[in-house]
C-alpha cells in the first residue's frame, strides 16, 4: 500500500516533465541504402507502432519521456532492436536492415522488463501466428507444438490444452495479453478457451515462472499476444476464410482498427463451425463436432505521460464430448451439438495502463473475468453449471533504469467466486471464494558481456468454501478454510561472448497451491467420478536449465536442457473401486523430478537461399521417486521441415512449398491409468503466396495435413480411452485479404 500512497509524490516531483511529448522519424533502408516500403517500427511497451511508406519514412509521436525498445522489422531482414532514451523534442533515427533468412531475436513482454529474448536469464520461445507459411488446423494448440518442449493434451479436434516439459492443466499457465487467464483448467476435457483470433504471437516461458506471475506458471507460461494496433494515420483491417475437408469445417474471422497516433481502437469477430472429423482410415468420430464465436473489441489513449489500453473478450464454444454414451447414441455424421456436450462462456475485460513518471515508469492493470460452464447429457438436460468469476489488479513500479541495469517491485492481487447455478444434479465443486495477494521485487544488472537477473516473491492465499449435502449422504463436503503462504526466488544468468552466441543458466525455485478442484472435488465428471483431496499441501518445484543460442544470418542452433524436482506433485489417479457405477478417481501426492531437453536448428544456405531446412526435437521424462511414472507425459518427437521459399514466380509473390514430417517416438512410460503408444510418422504439406488482382493483395494457401491418411494416435489423446484415432487426410485452403487505407 505504501508504493500506492507514493504515486501523488511522484506527480509532484515530475511535474516539469510530464507535459514534454517527444517524436521520433527516419528512413528504413536496405545495405543498398534503397528505401524499404513495409517496414515496422514498433515500441513493444507503449502498444504503438507506424509502417514505413514507399520512400521508406516513417513518424512517431506523442511519446512520452524515457528509455524505450523500439522493434523495426520486416519480412528476409534481420530484426534491429534499437534502445532510445527521449529527453523531449525530436529525434531522428534512421535504420539500416541487413538481409537474413532467420529472424532471431524479437522484443519480449512475458519476462517482466520489456527485453529481448536473449538478455533474459528465463527461456522464452516467440510463435508468430501471422506468418504465412503456417500450417492451419482446426485445433489452435496443434500450432504451438512445433515449438520445443511444448505438446498438448486433445479430445478430438475441439478441445486440447497445454503441455510444457511434461507439466500441464494447473501446472501450466495462461494469460491473455499479460492478464491471467481464469476458465476451470484443472480437467484435461476443458478447452484452452482462446482463439487465434486477433492473436499476433505467442511467448512461451519453460519452467518456473513463479516469480512474475504466482501460483499455476510451476511448470511454465503460455501468453498470447494481442494484434498491435494500426500504424499511426491509418485504418486497417484483414478478412480470412479457412476450409477443412476432414471436419467439413469453416472458419471466418474479420478486424477492423485505425490509430491516428493519440487515439486507437480496433474489432475483431471471429467464428468457427466443425462437423465430426474423419479419423485415419475413414471413420467419422461421434460427437466430436464443435462450434466457436468471439468477438474482440479495444480503444487505446497514447498521451503525455499515460499509455492506456482497453480490452474486451467475449467466446462462446459448444464442445461436443466422444464419451460412451455419446458413442452409443450418435449414429450420423453431424455439426450441431445437441447431447452430451459441454458449453462454455467467457467475458474477459482488462485495463492496462503505464504511467511515466520521469524515467520511472508505474504499470497499473485490473481485470474482471467471468466463466460460465455447463454440461448437458440428453437434449436441454443441464447436468452441472458453474460460474467462476475472478477480478485481479496489480500494480509495478520501474525504478530509473539505464541499457545495463533494471528493478521492478510490485504487488498483484485477486478474488475469485465460484458459484453453482439454478440447482442442477451436480456439484462437483462447491461455492467457494479464494483471495490472493503477493509482493515481488526483480533485478538485473549487465557486467560486461554477463547479465545477472534475480528476484524474490510472497504470497498469500486464503480459500473458504461452502458446506455441501448433509453428513452421512454421498457428496458430502464440509466447510472448508485454507491458507497457504510461501516465499519463492529465483538466480539467473546470460553470457554472450559474440553477439551471435548466448548462453543462459537459471535456477528457480517455484510453487503451486492446490485448487479448489483438487480439494474439494466429490461427483461425476465427463467418464469418472473425481475425488477431491482436503489433505493436500502446495507443490514445490525446484529446476535447473541451461541453454545455448548461435546465430548468424542463414543459420540458427538452439539446445537446452533442464532438471525439475517437485515436492508433493499433485495428480489424479484411479483408486481401483467404482462410485455410481463409475471408476473412481481421486487426486493424489507425491514427490517427483522430471528432466529432458530440446534441440532447434533452422537453415537457409547461404549459396542456396531458396532452400529451407528446419528441425527440431524433445523428450522429457517423468516419475514419481521410488515409484510409477507421471501421467501425460508426452512423447519424444522430432519434426522436420523441408522447402522451397521463392522472391517471386510470375504474379505469384512470396511463393514457398513446405513438406513437414511429423515423427513420434513409441511411449511406454507411462502412469497406471494409461497404457502405451506405439510410434507414429505424419506427413504435411503446406503451399502458398501473395498476388495482386487490381492492386488488391490477397495471401493464399493449399495445406494438407496427414497426406497418407494415416491411422494413428497420440500418447496425449484421450480419446483413446474410447479408441478412436486423430484425424486423418485434411485439405485445408486459407485465403486472407488484407486492406488499410489513410484517414490523416
Same mark, same amino acid.
Given at each position: ?64 519521456? #524515457? ?65 504465412? /507459411? ?14 520445443? *518442449? ?35 483448467? =484443472? ?11 486477433? !492473436? ?67 474489432? &475483431? ?8 472429423? =474423419? ?9 466430436? &463436432? ?9 480503444? #487505446? ?10 480490452? =474486451? ?84 513500479? $520501474? ?24 440447482? +442442477? ?25 554477463? &547479465? ?16 455441501? *449435502? ?41 510453487? +503451486? ?14 467418464? +469418472?467420478?473425481?475425488? *477431491? ?32 524436482? !517437485?515436492?508433493? =506433485? ?33 537453415? /537457409? ?37 523441408? #522447402? ?77 480411452? $474410447? ?22
Amino acid at each position: 500500500m505504501r508504493i500506492v500512497k507514493l504515486i501523488p509524490l511522484y506527480i509532484l516531483l515530475f511535474t516539469g516533465v510530464l507535459n514534454a511529448q517527444n517524436t521520433i522519424k527516419g528512413i528504413v533502408t536496405d545495405e543498398k541504402n534503397s528505401p524499404i516500403h513495409g517496414a515496422n517500427v514498433y515500441i513493444p511497451i507503449l502498444v504503438k507502432g507506424a509502417t514505413t511508406n514507399i520512400n521508406g519514412e516513417y513518424e512517431l509521436t506523442r511519446i512520452p519521456n #524515457g528509455r524505450f525498445d523500439l522493434q523495426v522489422s520486416h519480412i528476409g531482414y534481420a530484426n534491429q532492436i534499437i534502445s532510445v532514451n527521449f529527453t523531449g523534442g525530436e529525434t531522428i533515427l534512421n535504420v539500416n536492415l541487413e538481409q537474413a533468412s532467420i529472424e532471431a531475436e524479437s522484443v519480449v513482454v512475458s519476462a517482466g522488463y520489456g527485453s529481448t529474448q536473449h538478455q533474459n536469464a528465463v527461456k522464452i520461445d516467440v510463435v508468430r501466428l501471422n506468418e504465412r /507459411h503456417k500450417m492451419p488446423s482446426p485445433n489452435f494448440m496443434e500450432t504451438l507444438t512445433m515449438v520445443p *518442449g511444448v505438446d498438448m493434451i486433445s479430445k478430438g479436434t475441439g478441445v486440447a490444452k497445454p503441455v510444457i516439459r511434461g507439466l500441464s492443466m494447473n501446472d501450466v499457465l495462461v494469460l491473455s495479453n499479460g492478464v491471467r487467464f481464469e476458465n476451470y483448467q =484443472y480437467s484435461s476435457h476443458h478447452p484452452l478457451g482462446i482463439d487465434e483470433f486477433g !492473436i499476433e504471437t505467442v511467448e512461451v516461458i519453460k519452467g518456473p515462472a513463479s516469480l512474475l506471475y504466482g501460483s499455476d506458471a510451476i511448470g511454465g507460461v503460455l501468453n498470447f499476444i494481442k494484434e498491435r494496433p494500426a500504424s499511426e494515420g491509418m485504418l486497417e483491417g484483414d478478412y480470412t476464410l479457412q476450409t477443412f475437408s476432414n471436419s467439413l469445417g469453416v472458419v471466418n474471422n474479420i478486424g477492423i482498427k485505425a490509430s491516428t497516433g493519440q487515439f486507437h481502437g480496433g474489432i &475483431r469477430v471471429g467464428q468457427k463451425s466443425h462437423a465430426d472429423y =474423419y479419423q485415419g482410415g475413414g471413420r467419422f468420430v461421434p460427437n466430436s &463436432r464443435f462450434a466457436e464465436h468471439s468477438i474482440k473489441l479495444n480503444v #487505446g489513449l497514447n498521451w503525455k505521460m499515460l499509455s492506456s489500453n482497453i480490452y =474486451y473478450d467475449f467466446n462462446r464454444q459448444n464442445l461436443g464430448l466422444v464419451e460412451e454414451e455419446a458413442v452409443q447414441e450418435i449414429t450420423a455424421r453431424g455439426r450441431k451439438p445437441s447431447v452430451f456436450y459441454q458449453q462454455l462462456g467467457t467475458h474477459l475485460i482488462s485495463s492496462q495502463s503505464k504511467l511515466f513518471l520521469g524515467r520511472a515508469k508505474v504499470d497499473v492493470n485490473g481485470s474482471l473475468q467471468s466463466t460460465e460452464l455447463a454440461h448437458l447429457g440428453e437434449p436441454g438436460e443441464y447436468e452441472l453449471q458453474m460460474r467462476l468469476t475472478t477480478f485481479m489488479y496489480e500494480a509495478r513500479v $520501474v525504478l530509473p533504469s539505464t541499457e545495463s541495469k533494471d528493478f521492478i517491485i510490485g504487488f498483484q492481487g485477486l478474488a475469485q467466486w465460484n458459484s453453482n447455478l439454478n440447482n +442442477r444434479e451436480t456439484i462437483l465443486l462447491p461455492d467457494a471464494f479464494t483471495t490472493n495477494h503477493s509482493f515481488f521485487g526483480l533485478f538485473q544488472q549487465a557486467f560486461g558481456k554477463v &547479465r545477472l537477473q534475480t528476484g524474490l516473491r510472497f504470497d498469500s492465499k486464503m480459500l473458504e468454501s461452502d458446506e455441501v *449435502g448433509f453428513i452421512n449422504e454421498t457428496g458430502y463436503r464440509p466447510k472448508l478454510n485454507k491458507k497457504y503462504e510461501n516465499v519463492t526466488g529465483s538466480v539467473g544468468a546470460t553470457y554472450r561472448p559474440r553477439e551471435e552466441l548466448v548462453f543462459r543458466l537459471n535456477v528457480a525455485a517455484a510453487y +503451486r497451491n492446490p485448487n479448489l478442484a483438487e480439494l474439494t472435488s466429490n461427483g461425476p465428471h465427463e467418464a +469418472r467420478y473425481e475425488l *477431491g483431496n482436503v489433505m493436500l499441501k502446495p507443490e514445490k518445484s525446484f529446476e535447473y536449465d541451461l541453454s545455448a543460442h548461435y546465430h548468424i544470418d542463414h543459420l540458427l542452433i538452439d539446445i537446452a536442457g533442464f532438471a525439475n524436482t !517437485i515436492s508433493n =506433485y499433485i495428480y489424479i489417479g484411479p483408486t481401483g473401486q467404482q462410485n455410481n457405477s463409475l471408476p473412481e478417481y481421486q487426486y493424489y501426492q507425491s514427490d517427483s523430478y522430471l528432466y529432458g531437453s530440446e534441440l532447434g536448428l533452422h537453415l /537457409h544456405p547461404q549459396s542456396v537461399q531458396w532452400l529451407h531446412f528446419g528441425a527440431n526435437g524433445s523428450m522429457v521424462y517423468g516419475k514419481k521417486k521410488g515409484g510409477d511414472y507421471l501421467p501425460f507425459i508426452p512423447a519424444s518427437k522430432v519434426f522436420v521441415e523441408i #522447402g522451397f521459399m521463392g522472391g517471386k514466380l510470375g504474379f505469384l509473390q512470396k511463393p514457398y512449398f513446405l513438406t513437414r514430417l511429423i515423427g513420434a517416438f513409441s511411449q511406454n512410460n507411462t502412469a497406471p491409468d494409461e497404457t502405451p503408444t506405439p510410434a507414429y510418422g505424419v506427413v504435411n504439406l503446406s503451399m502458398g503466396a501473395n498476388f495482386n488482382l487490381s492492386r488488391q493483395p490477397f495471401e493464399f494457401n493449399f495445406s494438407v495435413s496427414n497426406l497418407f491418411d494415416k491411422k494413428y494416435v497420440d500418447h496425449l489423446s484421450t480419446l483413446k480411452e $474410447v479408441g478412436f484415432y486423430n484425424p486423418g487426410r485434411n485439405f485445408s485452403i486459407t485465403l486472407k485479404v488484407p486492406f488499410q487505407t489513410s484517414i490523416r
